[in-house]
């Protein structure tokens, strides 16, 4: 493995989304290179930062690939249609094809949703790790929150928002961003404690975080916990 492929990857092999081959190859680079060894530990750092957050899965980039396995499903091989009718009786090896292909479909299935899952889990988790390392931060301060603790990093159209301290949400409630637009509050998503991507207009001017009900709001309904210029 060369410098540069390390380089590259040492975010990916943090978050242990390595090909075992690779991380091994990686370990061993990162063993004899001091610069390595240096990012190494500043990503571990910051990934410790992020404590232990669940990322949500956003699936709208592999509905083409449902809908393919779907289609599929709904179609099946021609040997399987043509033992799709089996009489009473008949035996065992007549029902096992198609039965095989019923099961290979659905471990194909599940074994691409979890292949999709864990792809998308560490493609947002990276994304994090990149926003948090080199985004741009950005201070927002106490309203109405008293030693409140939350840090946003910006870089082109993303954003991370990331609640380590304010009051806790009620029940039915949750927290809610907002990015003000030519001062007007723009709904920025709807998040919990620890790290939250989020998108970020470009012609945001502040952002401001409040406490709604589950689901969000189209305006604020609440003061304003912390904010801060963008």
Not at 23 to 47: I, K, P, S
Not at 99 to 104: C, E, G, I, L
């Given at each position: 493995?060369?410098?540069?492929?390390?380089?590259?990857?040492?975010?990916?092999?943090?978050?242990?989304?390595?090909?075992?081959?690779?991380?091994?190859?990686?370990?061993?680079?990162?063993?004899?290179?001091?610069?390595?060894?240096?990012?190494?530990?500043?990503?571990?750092?910051?990934?410790?930062?992020?404590?232990?957050?669940?990322?949500?899965?956003?699936?709208?980039e592999f509905a083409h690939m449902r809908s393919q396995f779907q289609e599929?499903?709904?179609n099946p091989p021609s040997e399987v249609k043509a033992t799709a009718a089996i009489k009473p009786g008949a035996s065992p090896r007549a029902w096992l094809w198609p039965?095989?292909?019923?099961?290979?479909?659905?471990i194909a299935v599940g074994g691409w949703h979890l292949a999709l899952a864990t792809h998308r889990t560490l493609s947002q988790s990276q994304q994090?790790?990149?926003?948090?390392?080199?985004?741009?931060?950005?201070?927002?301060?106490?309203?109405?929150?008293?030693?409140?603790e939350v840090k946003l990093y910006i870089s082109h159209a993303q954003a991370v928002v990331f609640v380590k301290r304010l009051p806790k949400p009620s029940r039915g409630?949750?927290?809610?961003?907002?990015w003000i637009v030519r001062g007007r509050p723009r709904p920025a998503g709807t998040f919990?404690?620890?790290?939250?991507?989020?998108?970020?207009?470009a012609r945001a001017q502040a952002f401001a975080i409040t406490m709604e009900p589950s689901g969000g709001t189209s305006a604020p309904t609440t003061p304003v916990l912390v904010a801060g210029t963008v």
């Open positions: 493995m060369t410098h540069e492929d390390a380089q590259d990857q040492l975010a990916l092999y943090v978050l242990g989304g390595m090909e075992l081959q690779d991380e091994r190859e990686m370990t061993q680079h990162v063993r004899g290179c001091a610069l390595c060894q240096q990012d190494l530990q500043h990503y571990r750092d910051t990934v410790g930062q992020l404590d232990d957050a669940v990322i949500r899965p956003d699936w709208s599929r499903l709904a039965a095989a292909w019923v099961a290979t479909a659905l994090m790790l990149a926003l948090v390392t080199h985004g741009r931060p950005v201070a927002l301060n106490s309203v109405h929150a008293q030693r409140a409630q949750v927290y809610e961003g907002w919990e404690a620890g790290p939250s991507l989020l998108r970020y207009p």
